[in-house]
């Protein structure tokens, strides 16, 4: 795993950490390196879980669509219900988002 220059880690909670680290196998197994392009780091909304150290953004550019779209269900199915991630241009979106058990 690699955290592009300026990507900043500090407060990153648990459950995103483990998330991360699912991330890097399904990277792998696709032949690629992880690249983390934001965490805490950079401007984002007010609100963004990336604020609250609850997200980050993974680089997809050397994946063709196909396999960008194979990335995206194997780390939405591996993560399950409690992460949202979204496919973004540039990048896959993933953000810890818990939802309440009735």
């Not at 459950?15 to 680290?21: F, G, K, P, Q, Y």
């Not at 960008?68 to 194997?74: A, I």
């Amino acid at each position: 795993m690699i955290l592009k220059e300026g990507v900043d880690i500090l407060g990153i909670k648990p459950e995103t950490l483990m998330a991360v680290m699912i991330a890097d196998s399904v990277w792998t197994k696709h032949g690629q390196e992880l690249v983390l392009t934001s965490v805490t780091d950079s401007v984002h909304s007010k609100y963004s879980r990336h604020n609250f150290g609850m997200a980050f953004d993974c680089r997809t550019r050397y994946f063709n669509e196909d396999e960008k779209v194979d990335v995206l269900m194997e780390l939405r199915e591996a993560l399950g219900k409690h992460f949202n991630v979204i496919a973004h241009s540039t990048h896959i979106h993933v953000a810890y988002k818990p939802m309440r058990v009735k």
